[in-house]
């Protein structure tokens, strides 16, 4: 079993950043590859980033490369996402997932077992 609890979350304005935690516990020895999701009403949920076990291999959604960068501490157990430029289109309940036992991140909700409750963002304009 693997635990994610995200944070960071808020309200900005546009052209503004926000850095998202997401703080993992239990099964972490797995190696677990780790990915960020979000998800606005009425919408499916969106790959945004994902980050393997050793930060070597990073891959983004086409609507936000170039402006979020995902990054992780093993150490810590915590992955992040730092948001730049952000705009009202940024705005949803963004999810950390997690995968163990995997080399490559994926981009697809079915690709991750474990997920955390969600953190809410806001893009003012």
């Known amino acids: 079993q693997v635990q994610l609890v995200e944070s960071g979350g808020g309200l900005v304005q546009a052209g503004g950043s926000l850095r998202l935690s997401c703080a993992a516990s239990?099964?972490?020895?797995?190696?677990?590859?780790m990915g960020w999701f979000r998800q606005a009403p009425g919408k499916e949920r969106d790959f945004v980033a994902g980050i393997s076990w050793n930060g070597g291999l990073t891959y983004y959604g086409d609507s936000v490369e170039g402006r979020f960068i995902i990054s992780r501490d093993n150490a810590k157990n915590t992955a992040y996402l730092q948001m730049s430029s952000l705009s009202p289109e940024d705005s949803a309940v963004y999810y950390c997932?997690?995968?163990?036992?995997?080399?490559?991140?994926?981009?697809?909700?079915?690709?991750?077992?474990?997920w955390g409750q969600g953190t809410q963002v806001t893009v003012s304009s």
């Open positions: 997932a997690a995968q163990p036992d995997q080399i490559m991140p994926g981009t697809k909700p079915s690709q991750y077992y474990y």
């Open positions: 239990g099964r972490t020895s797995s190696r677990p590859v």
